[in-house]
């Protein structure tokens, strides 16, 4: 899938300069443009592989935003124009799909991404996907807040949102820089992995993704998730059936990037490895795993051809948000609010309540 990715904010742009580099050093080609915007020349001025713009500087004097969300939509909304003149030529015709990428805990990411998904829309004929970093459990309340706001807009403005907990793929223990750079590259391989999925890959058969099954995949809308998981594959196709099952269940069960979510409108069952060793079998009682598994009668399937002594099983999930982690973070987002004293009290339920309000 021919993709353009927009960082906004320091974890946005460090996630789309990993994406970018990852899709280039494999040769995978589906990005087809990149670039990082921020409120903070600092975090601009450490990224060395993607185009970078400054937005709001005659407010912020590129000093960025702390944790101002709402400055941070403010900002995006006043510069929105020359964003979108910085990005003719580098969202051409042939981009599939936009992805806007961003940490949602922050300020100019939180507030900005949904802004700038918002105007994307209007501009743009393809889907327009937000990639959300959520804050992991011991991030702050400010962090959870802030998440929950930018999150609830996201979901009213993105045609998906594909959501990583920032406490899903890294060990216990890592230090906080530590367990970024594991994530941003367990992010940057696995997403680089979808995209490049839904590439036309030269001689191989038929079964390979379409972009358009990852696109009705995501259809649904709401929140999306990706799981991951690869073993070690023997040489024979027919011993590796039981291989296939194994790295399925485990991407589902615990490699996803929102844990606990297992329930989706759609799902997308990725295979990937020397093509030789990929057993038909396998992948297709995989494939009727997940249809049982998530409860949804669309589960698409493919391989993906890769040199790799390894097979991996990537799994992406449509439509994913009625998990008990996104309301548990919902809950947290929601009691860091009040305690910021900010409430108006109300009634509805879930993700489609009140008691967040939209960011604008
Ligand atoms: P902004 O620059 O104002 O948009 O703020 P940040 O991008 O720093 O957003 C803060 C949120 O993103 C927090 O929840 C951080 O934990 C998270 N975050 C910051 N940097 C990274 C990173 O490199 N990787 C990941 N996965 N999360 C990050």
Known sequence: MKVALIGVGQAGGKVTERLTRFDANMGFEAVQGALAINSAKPDLQSLQFVDTQLIGADRVNGHGVGGD???????MQSDVQQVISNLDGRITSRAEAIFVVAGLGGGTGSGGAPALVHHLQRVYDVPVYALGILPGRNEGALYQANAGRSLKTLLREADSTLLID?????????????????????????????????????????????????????????????????????????????????????????????????????????????????????????????????????????????????????VLLGGAERSERIEAFMQRAREAKRAQGETKPDVVDQLTDDRLENLF
């Open 166 to 314: 920032n406490d899903a793929w890294h060990q216990q223990g890592e230090s906080v820089e530590g367990a970024f750079e594991t994530i941003n590259d367990k992010i940057a391989r696995r997403v680089g992995l979808l995209f490049a999925a839904g590439e036309v890959v030269d001689g191989v058969g038929e079964s390979v993704v379409d972009s358009s099954e990852i696109i009705n995949t995501l259809r649904s809308g709401g929140v999306s998730v990706l799981g991951y998981a690869s073993e070690v594959a023997a040489e024979d196709s027919s011993e590796n059936i039981r291989t296939v099952m194994t790295v399925a269940r485990q991407a589902l069960l615990t490699g996803t990037s929102m844990p606990d979510a297992t329930a989706a409108d759609a799902a997308l069952l990725v295979i990937a490895g020397r093509p030789e060793r990929i057993p038909r079998k396998g992948v297709e009682k995989a494939r009727r795993w997940l249809e049982d598994e998530t409860d949804s009668m669309q589960v698409r399937g493919g391989d993906f051809p890769l040199e790799s002594d390894r097979l991996g099983a990537l």
């Open 69 to 75: 969300n709402e400055l941070g939509a403010e900002i």
